[in-house]
């Protein structure tokens, strides 16, 4: 089986999400009406356009942007994660760090709400969301420390909290997150675009919803924070600023995230230019046109990763006993796992969840994974992800390797990167930034 095959359905599946031509897709101009699917927006009506944004691949809906607008665009700028920018002429881009928020992220925050305070209702606010949002347009609550919310991030990432948990307790301990930025852009004319990272396309989970109501609470972030530190026995490691703070917006001595009906949304716009949805789609139209019998597993995966490992082993060989042609078989999955670090090692989801389903399909011949984030990161690293079949795990024995040690420890990083350094192979898939981030996809190919 050629893994030449696997990396080809992954990169039309980066195409189809690709940014730039996404925003071109759904951002016209004629003569001087802005359109944006279907809906349009008079420009002679407004005295400046502001553009601004983050997450990590906004600096290529930018770049559509000012494709279509040009200068006319008055003011602008993006926070991006570190080698995530692209040439821009009119909108400024920062660099920060992400996962785990850092002060240049602060600095950037800082200066978009600077920009904000200069709004009125003659302002069109075009706002670009992606994947990463979160962690990259960051302003820490009244009383909050960035080493409070660093910590807070790590804690519940190491954790295995689920992308609504982490963004309802971030939400809640932010500035800008859970609607609080468009309240600060009102009484302008807020315009969304958004490249969504999150499963169901939730727009007060993607990049923490800081343009749209928030359905989360004070309360729900406390049960979130408290049930954490039961489960995990991290009293002693969780910053008492924290716990405080939500306890005090429990008690409404701060006052919570704007709620749906609140005057700050009368004149904001949403639109989702890219999803997973699109990814798979694609992914799926490409294995059809190389000929395999292709099957969409779940655009909804989630859960610990090595436990969704089992998951896709299992759903592979019922597909392959029960396909009639004996063509060879292509099963798609995507979403966004968790896990669970018990270990010191390194890693990241993808790579755990192709270390799992290596150990799972180990001896079985005929199968092949690639589990990889679209946006070309996985965890902490440098990679994306793995490929792996049923002669990884047998490999790495020979080589003294013991893969269920490795994964034990959280360590696959660590694991591929010795596989390929003593077999000369290439198990660790490392792309580099992709310039897209619609969350991570699983290809398995199955032979005839």
Same mark, same amino acid.
């Not at 490691?237 to 001595?253: C, H, N």
């Given at each position: 089986m050629e893994r030449d095959a696997i990396l080809e359905i992954y990169h039309a599946a980066l195409k189809a999400t690709d940014p730039y031509i996404a925003v071109k897709k759904a951002v016209d101009l004629k003569e001087n009406t802005l359109i944006i699917n279907k809906t349009? !927006?008079?420009?002679?009506?407004?005295?400046? @356009? +502001?553009?601004?944004?983050?997450?990590? =691949?906004? /600096?290529?809906?930018?770049? /559509?942007?000012?494709?279509?607008?040009?200068?006319?665009?008055?003011?602008?700028?993006?926070? @991006?994660?570190?080698?995530?920018?692209?040439?821009?002429?009119?909108?400024? $881009?920062?660099?920060?760090?992400?996962?785990?928020?850092?002060?240049?992220?602060?600095?950037?925050?800082?200066? +978009?709400?600077?920009?904000?305070?200069? &709004?009125?209702?003659?302002?069109?606010?075009?706002?670009?969301?992606?994947?990463g949002g979160s962690a990259l347009l960051v302003l820490p609550a009244y009383g909050i420390t960035l080493e409070d919310k660093q910590t807070t991030t790590d804690l519940l990432l190491k954790s295995g909290a689920t992308i609504d948990e982490l963004n309802t307790v971030r939400k809640h301990l932010s500035k800008v997150k859970g609607g609080l930025l468009a309240r600060m852009a009102w009484p302008a004319t807020v315009v969304t675009l958004i490249l969504s990272d999150v499963i169901g396309d939730r727009l007060d989970v993607i990049a923490s919803g800081p343009t749209v109501p928030d359905h989360s609470t004070f309360t729900d972030a406390l049960k979130i924070v408290t049930?954490?530190?039961?489960? $995990?026995?991290?009293?002693?490691?969780?910053?008492?600023?924290?716990?405080?703070?939500?306890?005090?917006?429990?008690?409404?001595? @701060?006052?919570?995230?704007?709620?749906?009906?609140?005057?700050? !949304?009368?004149?904001?716009?949403? !639109?989702?230019?890219?999803?997973?949805?699109?990814?798979?789609? /694609?992914?799926?139209?490409?294995?059809?046109?190389?000929? !395999?019998?292709?099957?969409? @597993?779940?655009?909804?995966?989630?859960?610990?990763?090595?436990?969704?490992?089992?998951?896709?082993?299992? /759903?592979?060989?019922?597909?392959?006993?029960?396909?009639?042609? =004996?063509?060879?078989?292509?099963? +798609?999955?995507?979403?966004?796992?968790? &896990?669970?670090?018990? =270990?010191? =090692?390194?890693?990241?989801?993808? $790579?755990?969840l192709a270390l799992a389903f290596a150990v799972a399909i180990e001896g079985e011949e005929g199968i092949m994974l690639l589990s990889a984030g679209t946006d070309g990161t996985d965890g902490p690293t440098d990679a994306a992800g793995a490929v792996v079949n049923g002669a990884t795990a047998i490999n790495a024995k020979q080589l003294g390797l013991a893969p269920e040690a490795y994964l034990r420890n959280n360590d696959s990083y660590t694991f591929f990167k010795r596989l390929d350094a003593l077999s000369y192979g290439k198990a660790h898939f490392i792309t580099g930034p992709t310039g897209t981030n619609v969350m991570d996809m699983q290809v398995i190919l199955v032979e005839e």
């Open positions: 349009e !927006f008079d420009l002679s009506s407004f005295s400046r @356009v +502001i553009v601004i944004g983050a997450g990590k =691949g906004t /600096a290529s809906m930018a770049q /559509a942007v000012e494709n279509v607008l040009g200068n006319r665009i008055d003011a602008g700028l993006i926070i @991006v994660k570190y080698a995530h920018t692209m040439h821009l002429k009119n909108i400024r $881009q920062v660099e920060a760090s992400h996962p785990l928020p850092d002060m240049a992220g602060v600095r950037g925050t800082d200066n +978009i709400m600077e920009l904000l305070e200069k &709004v009125d209702d003659k302002t069109l606010i075009i706002c670009l969301l992606s994947g049930n954490l530190i039961e489960k $995990q026995g991290l009293k002693d490691k969780f910053p008492e600023g924290v716990i405080d703070y939500l306890r005090s917006g429990v008690s409404a001595r @701060v006052s919570e995230t704007p709620k749906e009906g609140e005057p700050c !949304f009368n004149n904001t716009y949403v !639109f989702i230019v890219g999803s997973l949805s699109q990814a798979i789609s /694609a992914a799926r139209d490409k294995a059809e046109k190389m000929g !395999f019998e292709t099957k969409i @597993v779940t655009d909804k995966l989630q859960g610990e990763a090595r436990y969704a490992a089992l998951y896709l082993a299992d /759903a592979t060989r019922e597909t392959r006993k029960s396909r009639k042609d =004996g063509k060879p078989l292509c099963l +798609i999955s995507g979403g966004e796992t968790t &896990v669970t670090v018990k =270990g010191n =090692g390194l890693g990241g989801r993808n $790579q755990e």
